[in-house]
């Protein structure tokens, strides 16, 4: 089946693993024509997306853009610091107007968990969840697990601890749904106080010492510390934080094997990974980078393919 | 059939060091394999450069179909810059996927000539101004008949299928 079960990309928890497995093997074919002379195909001339962005973001936006660009869709973007949001439109005004520009698909990231289900009932266009508060982010979920296939070829049967602030991550709920649905084993590492209540739902199991993490591993997803959604203090201090749970080359080095560092960026050096492992051969954070824009072409690509000429 | 097509691209190529052959997806593929090995028998030359293309997100009816198509493999190891292409299909029809194509090879680089090879024309209802170089077998067939070619791997013979429609 080369089709998608579902209509809008909202989370991963909605997907199918046929889903995931369709959205690899279409980011194959993509990762190939982006390193091609010349990265761009003509499929989506004539669609116009906007990148609805009520929240700061850098790699994603980018990606997500370039991903748009090369398949030769038109972009519009939006961000919300320079908008009417500020003048008090609400949410579904503000994508109603913009539709009625005829634009067929919207990426949205919103600071408010389940924005994007929200406005997939209330609106007439595709959407693709770009993060939505803490909820989930799921083409982050794809591009990370694309990454392990590639690196280890398989996903299935290998073991992803995920290190740091799960409480207030999007990034790891997605995770957990993505890597459980393609057979790999998920557990979490960090201090209590950024355990979210619902691990035991998932059946993931939590590491207090990193180095017995580590050693159980075969992937490591390194988190970055959110600090602008830490209301109150969850730890001590970022130096305390991160001579307990940073991870650096002493660490791995210690290790009887070598695994796989990840990190979906923005990265703070030196608070939970070290500089000299984040530029080491154990990292594919720059693969994870590019593979962004393959998975996001497949993502597009295959959801744009339901849009009735 | 295959072997007269090989002496034609003899003829015109004759040592193949500036021309590549590129195989279509799916279908093309077999084909080209199968002109390859032809042209290794007759001249001897081992150097001949070929190559396949996808052309699943050139395609022009993106949108248009119940599902998407899946993409196929691609296998472009070679410069394509300055060189003389010869691309390869099994079926020639309504020319919409040679359009596709040649959009999908020019991103790849500037070829300096591009020539088209087919097994079969069914010269009848091009929907574009599209004609072939090299033809197996030109066939008047109309718009519901269908045209199959079948490369059988062991022990049976190739085989090449006009089907009619059953409510004719």
């Known amino acids: 089946m080369s089709k998608l079960s579902v209509e809008h990309l909202l989370s991963i928890k909605n997907l199918t693993k046929k889903d995931i497995e369709l959205i690899f093997r279409t980011a194959d074919n993509f990762k190939r024509i982006i390193n091609q002379p010349i ?13 609805l962005f009520f929240e700061n973001s850098t790699r994603t936006r980018l990606s997500f853009e370039l991903a748009e660009k090369r398949l030769s869709a038109d972009v519009i973007n939006f961000s919300s610091a320079s908008s009417s949001v500020k003048k008090g439109e609400t949410l579904i005004d503000t994508v109603n107007n913009i539709l009625s520009m005829k634009v067929d698909m919207v990426v949205m990231r919103h600071p408010n968990p389940g924005a994007a289900e929200f406005l997939s009932r209330n609106v007439d266009a595709l959407i693709i969840n770009a993060g939505d508060g803490a909820h989930e982010h799921p083409t982050q979920a794809l591009l990370d697990s694309f990454s392990i296939r590639e690196k280890l070829g398989k996903v299935k049967g290998k073991k992803v601890v995920i290190i740091g602030d799960i409480l207030h991550s999007r990034v790891a709920l997605s995770n957990f749904h993505c890597l459980q649905k393609l057979g790999a084993e998920v557990r979490v590492c960090g201090p209590s106080t950024l355990m979210p209540k619902y691990l ?28 602008e959604r830490q209301d109150v203090n969850y730890f001590p201090s970022l130096r305390e934080y991160a001579m307990v749970y940073g991870t650096n080359k002493e ?3 210690s290790l009887e094997k070598e695994i796989v560092v990840m990190h979906p960026g923005p990265i703070n050096r030196g608070v939970e990974l070290s500089s000299d492992v984040a530029d080491s051969d154990h990292s594919i954070i720059l693969d994870q980078v590019e593979n962004g824009v ?3 072409m497949a993502v597009i690509y295959l959801l744009a393919s339901k849009l009735k000429k | 059939m295959i072997e007269r097509l090989a002496h034609q691209l003899i003829e015109n190529h004759s040592d193949f060091s500036d021309t590549i052959l590129v195989g279509l997806q799916p279908r093309g593929v077999e084909f080209t394999n199968r002109i390859l090995d032809k042209l290794m028998q007759i001249s001897k030359n081992k150097n001949i450069k070929s190559g396949s293309l996808d052309i699943t997100f050139f395609r022009d009816d993106f949108g248009r179909r119940e599902s998407p198509i899946e993409a196929q493999e691609l296998d472009m190891n070679v410069s394509i810059e300055g060189k003389n292409v010869v691309l390869i299909d099994d079926v020639l029809f309504t020319g919409r996927s040679i359009r596709s194509a040649l959009d999908a090879l020019m991103s790849f680089g500037r070829p300096s000539q591009v020539e088209l ?3 079969i ?14 033809v197996g077998k030109t066939v008047d067939s109309i718009l519901s008949e269908k045209v199959i070619v079948r490369w059988n791997s062991k022990n049976t013979e190739d085989e090449i299928i006009l089907l009619k429609s059953e409510n004719e």
């Open chain 2, 121 to 134: 024309d069914r010269r009848l209802k091009r929907h574009l101004p599209i004609q072939p170089n090299y």
């Open chain 1, 39 to 51: 990265k761009k195909v003509p499929t989506l001339r004539d669609i116009t997306i906007a990148n």
């Open chain 1, 251 to 253: 660490l791995l080095d």
């Open chain 1, 294 to 296: 393959a998975i996001r």
């Open chain 2, 117 to 119: 090879m087919v097994l």
């Open chain 1, 200 to 227: 035991d739902s998932l059946g993931v199991k939590h590491f207090t010492d990193i180095k017995e993490a580590m050693s159980w591993c075969d992937v490591a997803n390194i988190l970055r510390i959110q600090l």
